[in-house]
């Protein structure tokens, strides 16, 4: 017999199983790039075989200098927005909103598939201004339910490249002509990553199939009208890769000779 919570996901979902236990992995570095103690607390609470996923901490980098980008951007927005409205969609096991622990005038939703927020419930608690909602990302009409009444922070981590570019576009869009003013923060695979697909750890282990290739932020601009480009950035070109030891670091240096390599994995942050 466990207390813990049981863990049934498959496809996209199941990715944020090896996000999540790589941030764990990270917890446990003497210098880590992220350092989500809630990542490794979360692990704990979870019955599931680890081992199964067949990922080493050398792979965390791969998701901690996107995640701490992401905290550091994400801060930035709430700085100047201390009364700020933050949709996490995609939001899987990640535990931004402990972590930042934003101020009391601060509405934030995490969306996700009904089991993905089921499983949260089990393992994440509570707090004031918090709310979870279960819905596809694809669904038009769950951004009813999010106030209009203050600047949106629109964070998409880990999610654009699971969807079509029509998909993709579409929600962005919703985005931009519901809230009257703030930020996307969203991170693209361009078209080397989505036609090496097969060759990715996180995609061979859940199955999934990856769809949208961006491999410049005119392409985004180009097709949804009030977005402007803020800062974009590569995994290995991210201010929190400096954090990075070992190997990584060594193949961050060998994919300045190889441009397509290097803008793989993308990081774009947009005003509205």
């Known amino acids: 017999m466990t207390d813990k919570a049981a ?11 090896t996000t999540l236990y790589l941030k764990s992995l990270d917890a446990q570095f003497d210098e880590p790039v992220l350092g989500d103690t809630f990542a490794r607390d979360a692990v704990s609470r979870l019955d599931f075989d680890w081992s199964d996923l ?8 791969i998701v901690t200098v996107r995640t701490a980008l992401y905290d550091m951007w994400a801060r930035e927005f709430l700085a100047a927005h201390p009364e700020a409205t933050v949709i996490h969609i995609g939001c899987g096991l990640d535990a ?4 930042l622990d934003p101020g009391p005038e601060v509405r934030w939703f995490d969306c996700d598939f009904p089991d ?5 419930e089990q393992i994440y608690p509570t707090r004031p201004g ?38 993709g576009t579409a929600l962005l869009r919703r985005v931009v002509d519901r809230f009257d003013s703030g930020e996307i923060q969203i991170d693209f695979y361009n078209w080397l990553a989505i036609k090496t697909q097969k060759m990715h750890m996180l995609n061979r282990r859940s199955g ?9 932020p005119a392409d985004v601009l180009d097709e949804v009208p ?32 190889m441009p397509a390599a290097r803008k793989s994995l993308q990081y774009h942050r947009f005003a509205f």
């Open 96 to 99: 931004r909103v402990f972590r």
């Open 226 to 257: 009030g977005l402007r480009s803020v800062a974009d950035t590569t995994l290995f070109d991210a201010p929190t890769f400096d954090r990075v030891r070992g190997s990584f670091r060594t193949a961050g240096a060998v994919t300045r000779a």
């Open 208 to 216: 999934s199939t990856l769809h949208w290739a961006v491999n410049d």
């Open 116 to 120: 993905v927020i089921a499983l949260r």
């Open 54 to 61: 067949k990922v080493t901490a050398k792979w965390a980098p």
């Open 7 to 17: 863990v049934d996901l498959t496809g996209a979902a199941k990715t944020m199983l």
């Open 130 to 167: 918090y709310e979870l909602i279960k819905t596809s990302a694809t669904d038009p009409s769950w951004l009813e339910k999010i106030p209009t009444d203050k600047p949106v922070l629109f964070l998409a981590e880990g999610i654009s490249m699971y969807l079509t570019q029509d998909e």
